[in-house]
């Protein structure tokens, strides 16, 4: 069984561009979840996707935004980038809200730097 | 809002030595309880979790972690760490919630490094 697959795996970027990131679930999965990580604050959570649905949100500004398509694959978009915005972002997926048991499998991230 | 902490930011030891890694949360309601261990260049693993039942979990590669409810604290313990065990630890908490209200709360982390 495949894993948590991210693409690009390195991205360097201006300032003011925006950016898309990619993610593949394991097949199956149907919730997709995205991490922000930086060496300051850890982990952030951004957003969570179910059926094509937004079901959770974190506190980051509109330009993070991302959607799921109906095979549960899901895009996270940056506008206008900020040198703050360099990060690892972090892809996790599992069945479905409430099947909490099986946890989270997480993808090996994209490493965004903005320069 | 829930909140998570790991107040050790860097642990070195040598390696047969023991470890203990703290964490606590902020939450009065039920929480899923979780430790994710991340090696250099590696994405993040589970190493163990806690939903119910027995507060001593034990996990993989020889770590288990004890749930104490009164205290809001779910540490990790290896008895004798080895120089693989290098590594970031992540302590990451869930809330039980309304439905699709759910997400992980992860600690800054604690990065370990062991000495051969």
């Known amino acids: 069984k495949a894993g948590v697959t991210q693409t690009p795996r390195y991205l360097i970027k201006t300032r003011g561009q925006q950016v898309t990131l990619s993610c593949s679930p394991i097949s199956g999965h149907r919730s997709v979840s995205w991490y922000q990580q930086t060496p300051g604050q850890g982990l952030q959570f951004l957003f969570e996707y179910f059926s094509e649905t937004q079901r959770n949100k974190g506190n980051f500004p509109g330009r993070f935004s991302g959607r799921q398509f109906s095979n549960s694959r899901s895009e996270m978009n940056v506008s206008t980038l900020e040198l703050g915005d360099s990060a690892l972002y972090l892809c996790?997926?599992?069945?479905?809200?409430?099947?909490?048991?099986?946890?989270?499998?997480f993808g090996s991230g994209t490493r965004l730097t903005v320069v | 809002a829930q909140s998570v902490s790991q107040h050790n930011h860097h642990v070195i030891l040598s390696e047969a030595a023991s470890l203990e890694l703290g964490c606590n949360y902020s939450?009065?309601?039920?929480?899923?309880l979780f430790w994710y261990v991340q090696y250099p260049g590696q994405h993040l693993q589970l190493l163990l979790k806690?939903?119910?039942?027995?507060?001593l979990v034990k996990g993989i590669k020889g770590f288990e972690a004890e749930f104490i409810k009164s205290k809001f604290s779910f540490n990790l313990r290896k008895p004798s760490v080895q120089w693989s065990d290098t590594a970031e630890y992540f302590c990451?908490?869930?809330?039980?919630?309304?439905?699709?209200?759910?997400?992980?709360?992860f600690g800054t982390g604690t990065r370990l490094t062991i000495i051969p």
């Open positions: 990451a908490v869930k809330l039980i919630s309304n439905f699709g209200n759910e997400k992980l709360t």
């Open positions: 939450y009065g309601g039920t929480v899923n």
């Open positions: 806690y939903f119910s039942g027995d507060p």
């Open positions: 996790a997926s599992r069945e479905s809200p409430g099947t909490g048991s099986y946890g989270y499998t």
